[in-house]
T-cell receptor, first 113, second 110 residues
Framework: NAGVMQNPRHLVRRRGQEARLRCSPM?????VYWYRQLPEEGLKFMVY????????ESGMPKERFSAEFPKEGPSILRIQQVVRGDSAAYFC???????????FGPGTRLTVL | EDQVTQSPEALRLQEGESSSLNCSYTVSGLRGLFWYRQDPGKGPEFLFTLYSAGEEKEKERLKATLTKKESFLHITAPKPEDSATYLCAVQGGGADGLTFGKGTHLIIQP
């Protein structure tokens, strides 16, 4: 009964580098969501994906951020040319249906030097 | 725009001292209100989902209730292991993602 898995758990990047965060949803779940938690702030929705489709990216910054959920393999959140303000905890969640409870992974803590 | 406000921001209780956490919300067409628990360095852990006013759910020492404007998380005779940040979130009718409050940081002292 594996839950939502995320890797890496901790990621350190220098300004200008790329960060790739991976998320494997719970078994049987085909809906994936990404959230960002900045220090002293609440969790903020970024993007919602189903297999091979981005359904809602209303919370994604317009530049440098992208997400995908391929037919095979984990969902990927990609941040190009990272800046210090990207330092945060990034959480992935999955659900069975869009209207169902979202279950969260342990998060990836990104630090930009 | 959906909004969630949680109070208090922090709460310190003695072991066995019951209390309630508040979650006030404004949402366009509530699809669900969710309570999560988050321990330091970990992801949110699901506790409850409430769908309509008047609904109540219980799990061990926790009980969640819902009205049209707010939800309460009641904690009865808490233990030190109940110490955590408790998060409230809503999903509105037109939204895919959840809108979270900033949480209540609960400390239970032995």
């Amino acid at each position: 009964n594996a839950g939502v898995m995320q890797n890496p758990r901790h990621l350190v990047r220098r300004r200008g580098q790329e960060a790739r965060l991976r998320c494997s949803p719970m078994k049987g779940h085909s809906h994936v969501y990404w959230y960002r938690q900045l220090p002293e702030e609440g969790l903020k929705f970024m993007v919602y994906l189903q297999k091979e489709n981005i359904i809602d990216e209303s919370g994604m910054p317009k530049e440098r951020f992208s997400a995908e959920f391929p037919k095979e393999g984990p969902s990927i959140l990609r941040i190009q040319q990272v800046v210090r303000g990207d330092s945060a905890a990034y959480f992935c969640a999955s659900s069975l249906m869009n209207t169902d409870t979202q279950y969260f992974g342990p998060g990836t803590r990104l630090t930009v030097l | 725009e959906d909004q969630v406000t949680q109070s208090p921001e922090a709460l310190r209780l003695q072991e066995g001292e019951s209390s309630s956490l508040n979650c006030s919300y404004t949402v366009s067409g509530l699809r669900g209100l969710f309570w999560y628990r988050q321990d330091p360095g970990k992801g949110p852990e699901f506790l409850f989902t409430l769908y309509s006013a008047g609904e109540e759910k219980e799990k061990e020492r926790l009980k969640a209730t819902l009205t049209k404007k707010e939800s309460f998380l009641h904690i009865t005779a808490p233990k030190p292991e109940d110490s955590a940040t408790y998060l409230c979130a809503v999903q509105g009718g037109g939204a895919d993602g959840l809108t979270f409050g900033k949480g209540t940081h609960l400390i239970i002292q032995p």
